[in-house]
Antibody
Framework: QVQLVESGGGVIQPGGSLTLSCAAS????????MHWVRQAPGKGLEWVAI????????NYADSVKGRFTISRDNSKDTLYLQMKSLRVDDTAVYYC??????????WGQGTLVTVSS | QPVLTQPPSASASLGASVTLTCTLS???????VDWYQQRPGKGPRFVMR????????SKGDDIPDRFSVSGSGLNRYLTIKNIQEEDESDYYC????????????FGGGTKLTVL
């Protein structure tokens, strides 16, 4: 079955950097676009970034543009999110999810990033 | 970009029906919307996509027949019949927009309480 497992979250100081990973299995990873979506504690969903199936195109929410970079390694079935200049308001659970022809899904279980001094 | 508005809360008794609403901002009446369910402590899951003509494509995996959608004007609806305890969740609507549908926006979510 399709499985997406995020890792790399943790506690980081403001201004720091962190890279999240999402290991995919159960489907042809190189055939699908992928998203990162985040959810601040007790808040709603916020879309972060998308990358095309072949990595040829990507797009970002204005709130992270210039600070975050989405990438993928299709040889390793792995999605990444490199985060720089982290701010307190970047604190959230970060989900990776598959882009479907209709909708977004499946989703991983998420990894928590806490930005705090 | 479109703005999606959802009431923050809704409630329904066990076995009853409820309709959740997602309202698109003015000028976006032709947009389709995706519904997502997020159970407590879990990642979201795709429910189904809806336009003014009703469901677009297929339901998400393991979504019961009790779930249905409809759309009219700027409103997109998710109806749940014969509500069960496991339906108590946060429900979000989302929409693609932009060149090549390469951006996504979500509504604020509706917390459904089963009484």
């Amino acid at each position: 079955q399709v499985q997406l497992v995020e890792s790399g979250g943790g506690v980081i100081q403001p201004g720091g950097s962190l890279t999240l990973s999402c290991a995919a299995s159960g489907f042809s990873f190189s055939s699908y676009g992928m998203h990162w979506v985040r959810q601040a504690p007790g808040k709603g969903l916020e879309w972060v970034a998308i990358i095309w199936f072949d990595g040829s195109n990507e797009n970002y929410a204005d709130s992270v543009k210039g600070r975050f970079t989405i990438s993928r390694d299709n040889s390793k079935d792995t999605l990444y999110l490199q985060m720089k200049s982290l701010r307190v308001d970047d604190t959230a659970v970060y989900y990776c999810a598959r882009a479907g022809s209709v909708g977004i899904g499946p989703w991983g279980q998420g990894t928590l990033v806490t930005v705090s001094s | 970009q479109p703005v999606l508005t959802q009431p923050p809360s809704a409630s329904a008794s066990l076995g009853a029906s409820v309709t959740l609403t997602c309202t698109l901002s003015s000028g976006y009446s032709n947009y389709k919307v995706d519904w997502y369910q997020q159970r407590p402590g879990k990642g979201p899951r795709f429910v189904m996509r809806v336009g003014t003509g009703g469901i677009v494509g297929s339901k998400g995996d393991d979504i019961p027949d009790r779930f249905s959608v409809s759309g009219s004007g700027l409103n997109r609806y998710l109806t749940i019949k014969n509500i069960q305890e496991e339906d108590e969740s946060d429900y979000y609507c989302g929409a693609d927009y932009g060149s090549g549908s390469n951006s996504v926006v979500f509504g604020g979510g509706t917390k459904l309480t089963v009484l």
